[in-house]
């Protein structure tokens, strides 16, 4: 269980909320911290609630501010999910795990949200060329996925891990004797 009141804690949800907070200016469309605040979130927090809880839960509140929408379930399934790839990343805290990582976010992301807007909307037949068209549809809006995953994951990770070298009390607590 995590104490709340250590540093390291209120760190990590402090960037997991700003995170979420940087959606509510104006940016390209896609380009944003979301799902490298899943990832972080899901990398760095070890009670596996909270992993899960924090992330979705400031992805909630930057919905409550900007509107909620038609398929919001695709947009949270993914991001639980993206936080689930962060899990798997907490004893490989290491660039080109981390890397692979937010390409995968980003790939998941696109394909399960515009899998989610064939499947539960009207805007193309539930048919195998709607599902295809959907997909070239968002094509041109996957570039920015890819950038704002890659941009915002690499000033969360390295964010963290250079106040984690200048101050000792964001250093995650080792076990004596534990390998």
């Known amino acids: 269980m995590i104490d709340m009141d250590k540093p390291r804690f209120t760190t990590l949800a402090g960037m997991v909320f700003l995170a979420a907070a940087l959606r509510l200016i104006p940016h390209p469309p896609n380009f944003t911290p979301l799902a490298a605040m899943a990832l972080f979130g899901g990398a760095y927090i070890s009670d596996k609630r ?15 501010v900007l509107g ?6 695709w ?28 390409l995968a976010s980003s790939v998941l992301f696109f394909a399960l949200t515009n899998f989610g807007v064939w499947a539960s909307g009207g805007l193309y037949p539930h048919t195998l060329a ?16 890819i950038a704002g995953d890659l941009v915002y994951t690499a000033l969360l990770f390295g964010g963290f891990a250079l106040a ?16």
């Open 164 to 179: 984690e070298k200048k101050f000792p009390a964001l250093r995650e607590a080792t076990v004596p004797g534990a390998a």
């Open 75 to 102: 947009v949270y399934g993914s991001f639980a999910l993206i936080v689930c790839l962060g899990l798997q990343l907490q004893s490989r805290r290491r660039l080109l795990p981390i890397a692979g990582a937010a």
């Open 130 to 145: 709607g599902l295809e068209t959907c997909y070239v549809a968002a094509i041109p809006f996957f570039q920015n996925t």
């Open 50 to 64: 909270l992993a899960f809880g924090l992330p979705l839960a400031a992805l909630f509140l930057s919905d409550a």
């Open 68 to 73: 909620f929408y038609h398929g919001m379930i």
